[in-house]
Nanobody
Framework: QVRLVESGGGLVQPGGSLRLSCVAS????????MNWYRQGPGKERELTAS???????NYADSVKGRFTISRDNIWNRVYLQMDSLKPEDTAVYFC?????????WGKGTRVTVSS
């Protein structure tokens, strides 16, 4: 069974940084594109960043230049380094993967950007 577990969220001041981590199990990790989504208060869930198995990345326009997605195919982890955080980045951040014909989600980690 595919399992995704996020960690690293918390409260941070505007301009600060956080690093989110997602550990995956139950799949051949290196073969799959991994995604970070986020859902802000009263907003729809949106794709924030993606990384393919060989490291190609893609970002939402709202986070380009501030967020960096990376992965470790040895330890089955995907990371989201978030810098220059803004209040509008406040959201629950979810790890996501399409595998075995299904979509899998973690339970999310909450990020609050506030002074």
């Amino acid at each position: 069974q595919v399992r995704l577990v996020e960690s690293g969220g918390g409260l941070v001041q505007p301009g600060g940084s956080l690093r989110l981590s997602c550990v995956a199990s139950g799949l051949t990790f290196r073969l799959h594109t991994m995604n970070w989504y986020r859902q802000g208060p009263g907003k729809e869930r949106e794709l924030t960043a993606s990384i393919t198995g060989d490291g190609a990345t893609n970002y939402a326009d709202s986070v380009k230049g501030r967020f960096t997605i990376s992965r470790d195919n040895i330890w089955n982890r995907v990371y989201l380094q978030m810098d220059s955080l803004k209040p509008e980045d406040t959201a629950v951040y979810f790890c996501n993967v399409n595998a075995r014909g299904n979509v899998f989600w973690g339970k999310g980690t909450r990020v609050t950007v506030s002074s």
